[in-house]
């Protein structure tokens, strides 16, 4: 991993838990900013880059949870929390709703950086998808309306005349319309095609619609 791409938010209320992560985090070669507060965390501006988020569970403002539960809607950077007092319930409930970690300060080093390479390869993974699904998603609407009929038949495994007497076209032009599909679509199998239709939530099910 290459830390220099990759950026850490710090949310804590105390100053000195603050600029001791932010010095641990440099020294590892991570761009970081810090937050006393939630709001002020909330209301910053995100870089475009792999990160994730070391939030303390109790905040002056707004409760570390509370701020997971409004990030849980957004394409948000992944949370480890820390606490500094072991808080089963807050770390059972914080688990559950995706947080990386619960973490009891004081944290070590050895301790913090594998749980923060967890993190922003959770990210990346999920940016990365994002970017898939965003191409995929303009390639499906590159396909005229009769072409998008086509495919959940295609992904299905009807062969053309049996598409052909379904929609009421004829075989001819539904291999020409498959091969759009094909073509459009960047796909160079079938297989390849099923895992893209998969992505975009195409069902062959909607083949056998009445």
Request: glycine content about 6%; charged content about 25%; hydrophobic content about 40%.
């Given at each position: 991993?290459?830390?220099?791409?990759?950026?850490?938010?710090?949310?804590d209320?105390?100053?000195?838990?603050?600029?001791?992560?932010?010095?641990?985090?440099?020294?590892?070669?991570?761009?970081?900013a810090a937050f006393?507060?939630?709001?002020?965390?909330?209301?910053?501006?995100k870089?475009?880059?792999p990160?994730?988020?070391?939030l303390?569970?109790?905040?002056?403002?707004?409760?570390?949870?509370?701020?997971?539960?409004?990030?849980?809607?957004?394409?948000?950077?992944?949370?480890?929390?820390i606490t500094g007092?072991?808080?089963i319930?807050s770390?059972?409930r914080?688990?559950?709703?995706?947080?990386?970690?619960?973490?009891?300060?004081?944290?070590r080093k050895?301790?913090?950086?594998?749980?923060?390479?967890k993190?922003?390869?959770?990210?990346r993974?999920?940016?990365?998808a994002?970017?898939?699904?965003?191409?995929l998603r303009?390639?499906?609407a590159?396909?005229?309306?009769?072409?998008?009929?086509?495919?959940?038949?295609?992904?299905?495994?009807?062969?053309?005349?049996?598409?052909?007497a379904e929609?009421?076209?004829s075989?001819?032009t539904?291999?020409?319309?498959?091969?759009?599909?094909?073509?459009k679509?960047?796909?160079?199998?079938?297989?390849e095609?099923?895992?893209m239709?998969?992505?975009?939530?195409?069902?062959?099910?909607?083949?056998?619609?009445?």
């Amino acid at each position: 991993m290459n830390p220099e791409t990759h950026f850490v938010f710090v949310v804590d209320d105390d100053i000195r838990v603050r600029e001791a992560f932010c010095s641990l985090l440099e020294s590892a070669g991570f761009s970081a900013a810090a937050f006393a507060t939630a709001t002020e965390f909330l209301e910053s501006e995100k870089p475009d880059c792999p990160s994730c988020i070391i939030l303390d569970l109790e905040l002056p403002d707004i409760n570390g949870l509370e701020v997971q539960q409004q990030l849980s809607g957004d394409d948000s950077p992944p949370i480890i929390f820390i606490t500094g007092r072991g808080d089963i319930p807050s770390s059972v409930r914080a688990m559950k709703s995706g947080a990386v970690e619960f973490l009891l300060k004081p944290i070590r080093k050895n301790v913090l950086l594998p749980v923060l390479e967890k993190a922003i390869t959770r990210d990346r993974t999920a940016r990365d998808a994002r970017l898939v699904l965003s191409e995929l998603r303009k390639r499906y609407a590159t396909l005229t309306p009769r072409e998008r009929e086509v495919l959940p038949f295609v992904i299905a495994g009807f062969a053309n005349k049996n598409t052909a007497a379904e929609l009421g076209n004829s075989e001819f032009t539904i291999g020409i319309q498959r091969g759009q599909v094909m073509r459009k679509m960047g796909a160079r199998s079938l297989a390849e095609l099923i895992r893209m239709a998969d992505k975009l939530g195409i069902t062959q099910s909607e083949s056998h619609r009445s």
